[in-house]
C-alpha cells in the first residue's frame, strides 16, 4: 500500500519570497512517481511537476522544483517567487510501479496545504 | 492544448436518486480514471478503466457505482442511489499510457450536491 503525507494544513508565504511544502511518502514498490497538483479555489486540479523513483536529478518547472530526497522518502515542492497567484490547495501524489499488471496508474493523494500568499 | 471536459459542473440530486456524471477524456487517451473529493478532504481514488473494462477499483467503489464509456468517447460514472455522503467533487482524469511521459489530465470536476 501506498501513503502519502503532507503535514502542513496551512502555510503562509509573503509575495516574492520562495516557500516550501512538505511531502513524505511510503511505498514498498521500487519503481513510482510523485506528482505535485495546485487546486485553486475554483478547484480544478493543475499539473505542476513530475519526479520519477529513478530521475537522478531534481525536477524543475519555471518556479517550481522537487526537492527529492529518495532515503528519506520526501519530495518537497519549493515555490520561488511567490505570486499572489500561487494561494491554493497544493497535493502531493504517487503512482505505484505497474509490475505485474497490478497498477493501473491510480494516484494515491496526500491531504492537502493551502498556500496563503500575502502581498 | 487538449482538454479532459466534464458535464454538467454542478448536480444538485435527491437522496436516493440516481446520477450520471459525464466525462469526454483526451481522444488518443487510453486509460481512464474517477476521483472524489470530499470538501475539504484528500482527493481519492474511485476506479480505473481501460480496454472497456474496470482494471482497478477502490473500497469505496462499491455496488451502487458503475463506469462505461458508451460511444467510444464519453466516459460515465453512475451512482444508483445517492447518499448524503456521496456529496463531494468527482474529477475524471485520462491518461494516454503507463509510460513515464505520460502525464495525468484531469477534467475540472462535477460538484456533487446530495440533499
Known amino acids: 500500500a501506498q501513503k502519502i503525507t503532507q503535514t502542513q494544513p496551512g502555510m503562509f508565504v509573503q509575495e516574492k519570497e520562495a516557500v516550501t511544502l512538505d511531502c513524505t511518502y511510503d511505498?514498498?514498490?521500487?519503481?513510482?512517481?510523485l506528482f505535485w497538483y495546485k487546486q485553486p479555489s475554483s478547484g480544478e486540479m493543475i499539473f505542476l511537476i513530475y519526479?520519477?523513483?529513478?530521475?537522478?536529478q531534481n525536477a524543475t518547472e519555471g518556479r517550481y522544483s522537487l526537492n527529492f530526497q529518495k532515503a528519506r522518502k520526501s519530495a518537497n515542492l519549493v515555490i520561488s517567487a511567490s505570486q499572489l497567484g500561487d494561494s491554493a490547495m497544493y497535493f502531493c501524489a504517487m503512482r505505484g510501479n505497474y509490475a505485474g499488471g497490478t497498477s493501473y496508474g491510480k494516484l494515491t493523494f496526500g491531504q492537502g496545504t493551502i498556500l496563503t500568499v500575502h502581498p | 492544448e487538449p482538454e479532459v471536459t466534464q458535464t454538467p459542473s454542478h448536480q444538485v440530486t435527491q437522496m436516493g436518486q440516481e446520477v450520471i456524471l459525464r466525462c469526454v477524456p483526451i481522444?488518443?487517451?487510453?486509460?481512464f480514471y474517477w476521483y472524489r473529493q470530499i470538501l475539504g478532504q484528500k482527493v481519492e481514488f474511485l476506479v480505473s478503466?481501460?480496454?472497456?473494462?474496470?482494471?482497478?477499483k477502490s473500497e469505496i467503489f462499491d455496488d451502487q457505482f458503475s463506469v462505461e464509456r458508451p460511444d467510444g468517447s464519453n466516459f460515465t460514472l453512475k451512482i444508483r442511489s445517492t447518499k448524503l455522503e456521496d456529496s463531494a467533487m468527482y474529477f475524471c482524469a485520462s491518461r494516454a499510457g503507463l509510460r513515464r511521459g505520460n502525464g495525468y489530465t484531469f477534467g475540472s470536476g462535477t460538484r456533487l450536491t446530495v440533499v
Open positions: 478503466f481501460y480496454n472497456n473494462e474496470i482494471s482497478e
Open positions: 519526479q520519477g523513483s529513478y530521475d537522478e
Open positions: 481522444s488518443n487517451h487510453l486509460y
Open positions: 511505498t514498498s514498490d521500487q519503481s513510482y512517481g
